[in-house]
């Protein structure tokens, strides 16, 4: 049981490049989530998702897509990187299904950082 | 959007001492959650308490949801506690709002 797991660890882009972060969880949750988190804060909502083929948006969803195609993975896109988007970017899942384990509890991946030159 | 706010902000700790971690919250939350990322940033989930107590080892929580406030007290604190704590509430369906964190240094 992996839990939640995020390609690439490290990336470098130069500005105007794209790029997608894949992230996948092994615990059949329900919801997943993209967040970011600058230096010195706290970790703020990009997109998410709660179910296969959803997608919402969060707190700062400008600049970014994302596709959950299969329950177990969602993905990050960058379509014309900028230097904002240097960030640590964090997955996120929550909410089996599973009986005698439903909770709302989310469980982060080890985390993309991502710097844009 | 809700407001949540950690104090203190920074934390320096003789090994062995104990500390309580405060978070309040501007509204009424449907659950919170208590992380602890370590010095290489992975975040790790110390409590899910959306009210009342929990203890896990050194450390334990409480959640007076009513009076919007969290706190996480830790124990004979080590070494390998030293980190950011973050609290995180939820309000609506899904997402998470993130406190700043407290920055805890534990010296040996």
């Known amino acids: 049981n992996a839990g939640v797991t995020q390609t690439p660890k490290f990336r470098v882009l130069k500005t105007g490049q794209s790029m997608t972060l894949l992230c996948a969880q092994d615990?059949?949750?329900?919801?997943m989530y993209w967040y970011r988190q600058d230096p010195g804060m706290g970790l703020r909502l990009i997109h998410y998702s709660v179910g296969e083929g959803t997608t919402a948006k969060g707190e700062v969803p400008d600049g970014y897509n994302v596709s959950r195609l299969k329950k177990q993975n969602f993905l990050l896109g960058l379509e014309s990187a900028a230097p904002s988007q240097t960030s640590v970017y964090f997955c996120?899942?929550?909410?089996?299904?599973?009986?005698?384990?439903?909770?709302?509890?989310?469980?982060f991946g080890p985390g993309t950082r991502l710097t844009v030159t | 959007g809700i407001q949540v706010e950690q104090s203190p902000p920074d934390l320096i700790l003789q090994e062995g001492a104990n500390s309580t971690l405060r978070c309040n919250f501007s509204d009424s939350v449907n659950n919170l959650q208590w992380f602890h990322q370590n010095p290489w940033g992975q975040l790790i989930n110390l409590f899910y308490i959306p009210s009342g107590t929990k203890q896990n080892g050194r450390l334990s929580a409480t959640t007076v949801a009513t009076e919007r406030y969290s706190l996480l007290y830790i124990s004979s604190s080590q070494t390998t506690d030293s980190g950011v704590y973050f609290c995180a509430v939820r309000t609506g369906a899904n997402n998470l709002f993130f406190g700043t964190g407290t920055r805890l240094t534990v010296i040996p």
């Open positions: 615990m059949n949750h329900e919801y």
């Open positions: 996120a899942s929550s909410y089996s299904l599973n009986p005698g384990a439903i909770s709302y509890e989310q469980y």
